[in-house]
């Protein structure tokens, strides 16, 4: 039975993938960067916030701290200042500050690709991790962030709510190649259709398969 229920959800999340592949032709990230150093950087930033607030101070950042080396040597008011308007701007200049020098002193000043390293910097959880795995070195890695974990759930995917177990359950069902822009592409659907507060079901490439779906029932 358990087998069964298994092969179930795998065949749903292939078809959601395969879904969301027809909708979201190019799956992007939404994060402004030109190489995986920034993208660690507008990662971290983007904690609590949004992707648009992000981008629009990470041009200033950037420029005055163009790689691991100037921002580990940066003055942490400075910092503060440029990315005051993403919140917790104090502990985000904090780890951007920490992050860098762990990077130029254990790193050689390079982004590490392997998610055992990744965590081990300051501001760097899995979902973190698994971004710049997938997005800026297309390796496997599967971000869960609010929406794809809220998603999931409401497709059926996954009961839990542990980003760690959710990310575990949907790994098990897609092919790794799969996992990046199965994220990306999820976090694209929550943004524009399946809002956390009033989901457009009737604008839904999943209504059909959606166990959630708030238009009249029929069988599924
Ligand atoms: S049918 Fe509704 S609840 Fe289900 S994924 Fe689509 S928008 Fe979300």
Redo the contacts with the bound molecule.
Sequence with gaps: MVAENSAQRAHSAGVVAARLATAYPQAVCELDHCNPFQLLVATILSAQTTDARVNMVTPELFARYTDAVALSGADQAAVESIVKSTGFYQSKARNLIAMATTLVERFDARVPESLEELVTLAGVGRKTANVVRSVAFGLPGLPVDTHVGR?SR??GLTVETDPVKVEAELGDQLPSAAWGDFSLRMIL??RR???AKK???A?????DV??????PTRPR
């Design positions: 998603l409401r497709l659907h929550g259709v399946c809002a989901p457009s079901c604008e839904c490439v999943l209504e959606c166990p959630s779906s708030t238009l």
